[in-house]
Structures are given as structure tokens and as C-alpha cells.
């Protein structure tokens, strides 16, 4: 979003659910394909969690659930935060040089992407043990709270384009078109 919408997307972030400086929520989901013709792409594809032949769809949101950046056709099979590397996003977000975002906003994300300046993920327990404070666990769930915006968007997107719930295509790139 440009400046101006930015403090606007921040302020009702802040007022709506506490947590100030968002200007947009990040996801993804699988979008289900017939399965690929090519046993490589069969295998790259294959969303092993489900079991089915996906695409992904990587989102990021506003409060109004608009969609302000869209990278679609990662292989089932790939991480989120491997998905989010290979976005153009991903430059523009870690670029020092020509920042997506001001230095006091950022997006919001769950613990499978990497934590970036602009880009705020949970906390989690640390290796040893470490037990998350109060004011950790008070962060965590304000940021759930706010991250929900992006999956009431995918809610609303598959209720409209019942065509995302299956894709009967077997060529992943005409998929992800």
C-alpha cells in the first residue's frame, strides 16, 4: 500500500486487535491439481500432509481482506518460508536499499516464516527450555488474533472461486495462472 494507506491500515490494526505498525498479514495455502503427467513433477507437487498434487497459493492481506501481494505456483511440497524467498517479495521486503515498508511498520506472519525487520513471527520456546514470559505469550496472542485476517480472506476467496477447491489441470503452470 502506498504511505498514506499504510497508516491508515495501521491504525485500525491497532484499534481492531491491539497490535500496532501492521500493514498486512502473510499466508499461504494449497491449491489441490489433478496430478502432473511427469513423475518429477508428480513428486514436487505432492503435498505430503494431504496426500494430493498442489499448488500454492502465498497471500498478503490487509484488514479489509484485499489482497496486496499474490505469488502463486510453489510446489506443494515447498515450506512457506521457502515459498516467501522465492517471491518477489521476498527482495523487496529484505531490501535495504529501497524498503518495501517504513522502518516502524511491518506485515505479520506465523511461525513458518523467518523473522525479518519487516516481517514479525511468534514467539516460540526456546531450544533450552525456556519457558515463554507473560509479556511473550501476551504478544503471541495478540498477533494470532490479527494474523486471522488472512485466513477469513482464503475463507472468503474459496467460497467465491469454487474453482480453487480443485483445479482440474495437470500442468502445475496453467494452475498457477
Known amino acids: 500500500p502506498h504511505p498514506e494507506e499504510c497508516d491508515e491500515i495501521s491504525k485500525v490494526f491497532e484499534i481492531k486487535y491491539g497490535f500496532p505498525g501492521v500493514i498486512g498479514v502473510i499466508d499461504a495455502c494449497h491449491i489441490e491439481i489433478r496430478e502432473p503427467e511427469c513423475k518429477e513433477e508428480s513428486d514436487r507437487f505432492l503435498n505430503e500432509q494431504t496426500g494430493q498434487h498442489t499448488v500454492i497459493l502465498q497471500v498478503v492481506?490487509?484488514?479489509?481482506?484485499?489482497?496486496?501481494?499474490?505469488?502463486?505456483?510453489?510446489p506443494g511440497e515447498t515450506t512457506k518460508s521457502r515459498?516467501?524467498?522465492?517471491s518477489p517479495l521476498y527482495g523487496r521486503l529484505s531490501s535495504r536499499t529501497n524498503p518495501l515498508i517504513e522502518p516502524d511498520k511491518h506485515i505479520l506472519g506465523n511461525s513458518d516464516y523467518p523473522q525479518l525487520s519487516t516481517l514479525l513471527t511468534p514467539y516460540t520456546?526456546?531450544?533450552?527450555?525456556?519457558?515463554?514470559?507473560?509479556?511473550?505469550?501476551?504478544?503471541?496472542?495478540?498477533h494470532r488474533t490479527a494474523r486471522s485476517v488472512v485466513g477469513q480472506a482464503f475463507q472468503l476467496l474459496k467460497a467465491r472461486f469454487l474453482r480453487l477447491r480443485f483445479i482440474d489441470v495437470s500442468r502445475p503452470e496453467l494452475a498457477s495462472r
Open 125 to 142: 520456546a526456546t531450544a533450552s527450555g525456556r519457558a515463554l514470559t507473560k509479556q511473550e505469550i501476551k504478544f503471541n496472542g495478540l
Open 83 to 86: 515459498v516467501l524467498v522465492g
Open 61 to 74: 492481506c490487509d484488514h479489509k481482506l484485499l489482497f496486496r501481494d499474490v505469488c502463486a505456483g510453489f
